[in-house]
């Protein structure tokens, strides 16, 4: 019975701290979000719904403005997978008769007519079995259901196909209408911890000004306030609504204001879109497919000249600015190559680990004790000029480093490895201030290993953005350098690709 209790209250803690992820942006103005809906709604997708301005709103994967999203929350205390036949399955949400895809396919219907503007989202703790054929239609960053993957294949003779049988047979439909229902699902992974989210709406709270809960004190009065709220009929807010309703409850407090958030993203977070409380945001994913860019030239011809244009207008006027990163390590370097060491700006950045701190060259104070960064530098070919380095923080690379310097990278004669002392892993950086330290040890590493000033960087990172955006604030530095991304994905060969060589060839000659 304990047991079972406890599953349900987190369960609730659950739902309670998503919805206030959303809600609590209606107490921002320049938020897109305009009305937050709690247990009302479709059924199997009304536990939350969330309205979203059109002029201002995120785009879906297929470019059009998303008005609507309607979330069925699912917390499970143990981990597990779930896959395309759960969809089917009534009791994968404890149900007697209908299956959730049946639910969304009514949702659909009422709501989403023509299979635009509307989202029907599960999100969940559970992941999406890596075997199963639904991953693979799943976006990776939007969670949304990719059509060209789920019609890859004309018969049914084919995993595509096998889903697409299964699913029309279920809800008995066609072909069209199983592709207009398709277009408006979405899978949510919550990969955080509840603690997590309590961490990330702490940071929100106080820039929405609303009051914050010590987090030594173990009761969280906003996860009961909404099941109150909802006794008392109120399932709907509005900014107004919302505002007063907050104020009675006295959960009103100072808004800390501060530097404005500007965002980046070539992918997006499954629980925090950077649209929903950014200033502005510069959106990249349409040069992306998944985690692969569409055309190799649009990292110099297309991304960073858009980069570029929108963190300097944004620094403009801003002597210490906030950055949210969801971007490639290609982009957070070459986000700090602009934005660099001699601007005269202090950055702050959003890192996102177990959950979300802000990291910042003058977060902390230097510690001794910290983990420092070691080098080892490996004789690869003699007499060819170019070095590679392998940056390894939070995972040591320096083996698909060494093979793919063996196989594509004839004019490599040196290999760099460098890493904290401790290890490779995902709490080797402390914070900012010793992310900024690790930087400065970084460069002076690479300039002492470039025995020929002229010769190329090729640079291999696995480190958090904010470190890569502190090692480019130094490009200048660091000479010329090629900037690579690995196919954490598997979707092609688990190796690297040339992505972006700094400076540009417009820079160095001064424009």
């Known amino acids: 019975m304990t047991q079972a209790v406890t599953v349900r209250r987190d369960g609730d803690t659950f739902q309670a701290r998503l919805f206030w992820l959303h809600a609590a942006r209606l107490l921002d103005p320049e938020s897109p979000v305009t009305r937050v809906g709690f247990e009302t709604g479709p059924k199997s997708f009304d536990d939350i719904w969330v309205e979203y301005d059109p002029a201002r709103s995120a785009l879906d994967q297929y470019g059009e403005p998303l008005r609507r999203e309607h979330m069925q929350c699912k917390w499970h205390v143990t981990p597990d997978s779930y896959g395309y036949s759960h969809l089917v399955d009534p009791e994968f949400i404890n149900a007697n008769a209908r299956s959730l895809l049946q639910r969304a396919r009514e949702a659909q219907l009422a709501y989403a007519p023509t299979g635009i503007g509307v989202r029907f989202k599960l999100v969940t703790n559970w992941r999406l ?81 609303l009051r914050r809960i010590p987090a030594n004190q173990s009761a969280f009065p906003y996860d009961d306030v909404v099941f109150q709220w909802m006794a008392q009929g109120r399932l709907e807010f509005d900014r107004t609504g919302f505002r007063t309703v907050c104020a009675r409850e006295n959960l009103l407090g100072p808004a800390q204001g501060g530097p404005r958030v500007y965002g980046v993203k070539s992918f997006e977070h499954a629980l925090d879109r950077l649209e929903e409380r950014c200033h502005a945001v510069l959106d990249l994913i349409p040069s992306f497919d998944e985690r692969y860019i569409r055309s190799d030239s649009d990292w110099a011809s297309t991304l960073y000249p858009a980069l570029r244009s929108f963190l300097l207008a944004a620094a403009k006027d801003q002597p210490r600015l906030r950055l949210a990163l969801d971007a490639h390590v290609t982009l957070a370097f070459a986000a700090g190559s602009i934005i660099n060491i001699k601007s005269g700006r202090q950055v702050e950045l959003e890192q996102r680990s177990t959950g979300r701190r802000l990291w910042a060259a003058d977060d902390t104070i230097s510690d001794p004790n910290w983990p420092a960064l070691s080098a080892e530098t490996v004789e690869l070919r003699q007499d060819q ?53 690790f930087a400065d040890t970084a460069t002076s590493a690479i300039r002492a290993a470039r025995a020929d000033r002229a010769c190329l960087t090729h640079l291999f990172i696995a480190a958090p953005n904010a470190f890569t955006f502190f090692l480019g604030q130094r490009q200048l530095g660091l000479g010329t350098v090629r900037l690579y991304e690995f196919d954490f994905d598997g979707g092609r060969n688990r190796s690297y690709e040339p992505a972006l060589t700094l400076p540009l060839a417009e820079i160095r000659a001064g424009g």
């Open 129 to 209: 079995d890596r075997s199963d054929p639904l991953r693979e239609m799943i976006g990776n960053r939007s969670g949304a259901m990719r059509l060209e993957r789920l019609y890859g294949s004309l018969t049914d003779n084919s995993k595509a196909g096998m889903v697409r049988k299964a699913w029309r047979e279920h809800l008995g439909v066609d072909e069209d209408e199983l592709r207009l229902l398709a277009r408006t699902l979405a899978f949510g992974e919550a990969t955080d911890t509840l603690d997590a989210l309590r961490d990330h709406l702490d940071i929100l709270f106080g820039l929405v000004g």
């Open 385 to 437: 000029p170019d070095i590679a380095v392998a940056l390894g923080l939070t995972h040591d690379v320096s083996a698909d480093v060494r093979r793919y310097c063996d196989a594509k990278l004839p004019n490599v004669g040196r290999l760099l490895i460098l890493k904290p002392s401790i290890g490779s892993g995902a709490q080797s950086v402390a914070c900012g201030r010793h992310a900024f330290e």
